[in-house]
């Protein structure tokens, strides 16, 4: 089990959900994003926040801690806040379903999904919901890309 596998498979779930239009890892991706002319929403952020290995003596295991936020382009002189904040979060949960159904390693969820809004340089809304992936520890191979 290695990071870049993990993130591919959240990946390959974002991409069977239709209504993504970008898939960002990281927050630098996320300000490339920003930073670019056209931008197309709703995009899908996989937010590396952290690694927690945990070993005893009967066994041994990886957690992957990530913040998944999905986030939808509010239109400028409309209301449409809760309009984003409905499609965002069936979103994540279709990416969720299809991570639980398909997925190699166990997914879990430490935390709630908080709202997340941004005013600059796009309106934005959206949710952020921290997940973790535990998976098998194996120290006797290497595991290089």
Known sequence: MNLKKVIQEIETAANTQAQIKSIVIDENGLQELENEESKDYPVFIIEIMNVDVQI???SAGL???FNLICLDAEL???QNRVDCLSDTLGILQDVFSELFRNGYYSYGTNGQASIITEVAPTHTAGWVMPIQVVGAFTSD???VP
């Open 141 to 143: 191979t290497c595991d």
């Open 63 to 65: 957690v992957y801690y």
């Open 56 to 58: 005893s003596a009967t």
């Open 76 to 78: 400028q002189g409309k």
